[in-house]
């Protein structure tokens, strides 16, 4: 079956790096994901990364995969209070399929 | 503006009394699919449909129905509720032959008692 595993808090400073780590089991998914869930809203796409790749940046987020390790990890650079969220991975696990972690907590302190 | 609408927001209700959770989308997308969010758990797939009349079930379809019977609206039907299926519900849509983004509405919460 499939299993997204991610640990379920994560503190940060104001102005730190933060990084979210991510395991999953499928190593047929074609597209990784990281979605982010402000409170008492449902969950938007933040970035994705195509299997064929070990990273993509995209302005103050990187995201790295390691297929060997089936490792999947987020990171924030210069941590801002909008940052604090819960931050989903989830993996393509067929046609539109996804399977998601349980959801990463990231609170940003002053 | 592109966007999946659910209602009601919150509810709150009895066990056994039948309800009715809307889901529509703007957005011409063919996918559609309903989660359940529970603490810990993250985000479990109920239902999902890949176009009209095309429906299958999720991890977690157990007292659960949907219908498509139009591409833009895709209930979920909760027969006789049990305090079980007391969670935060998403609805979720996504287009064919892309990325396999999934674009979410803004979540119905319901309560039962």
């Known amino acids: 079956g499939e299993d997204v595993e991610q640990s379920l808090f994560l503190s940060v400073r104001e102005g730190d790096s933060s990084v979210i780590n991510c395991t999953y089991t499928d190593s047929s998914s074609t597209y990784l994901y990281w979605y982010k869930q402000e409170p008492g809203a449902g969950l938007q796409l933040l970035t994705y990364i195509f299997s064929n790749m070990d990273m993509k940046q995209d302005q103050r987020l990187t995201v790295l995969l390691n297929k060997k390790d089936k490792h999947l990890s987020l990171r924030i650079a210069d941590t801002q209070t909008g940052d604090s969220a819960i931050y989903f991975c989830a993996e393509s696990i067929g046609d539109y399929k996804l399977s998601f972690g349980a959801g990463t907590t990231v609170t940003v302190r002053a | 503006e592109a966007q999946v609408t659910q209602n009601p927001r919150y509810l709150i209700t009895v066990t056994g009394k039948k309800l009715t959770v809307t889901c529509s989308q703007n957005?011409?997308?063919?996918?559609m699919s309903w989660y359940r969010q529970d603490p810990g758990l993250g985000l479990r797939q109920i239902y999902y449909?890949?176009?009209?009349?095309?429906?299958d079930k999720g991890d977690v379809p157990e007292g659960y129905k949907v219908s498509r019977k139009e591409k833009r609206n895709f209930p979920l039907i909760l027969e006789s509720p049990s305090p079980n299926q007391t969670s935060l519900y998403f609805c979720?849509?996504?287009?064919?032959?892309?990325?396999?983004?999934?674009?979410f509405g803004e979540g119905s919460r319901l309560t039962v008692l």
């Open positions: 957005m011409n997308h063919e996918y």
């Open positions: 449909s890949m176009n009209v009349e095309v429906t």
């Open positions: 979720a849509s996504s287009p064919a032959g892309e990325t396999g983004e999934l674009f």
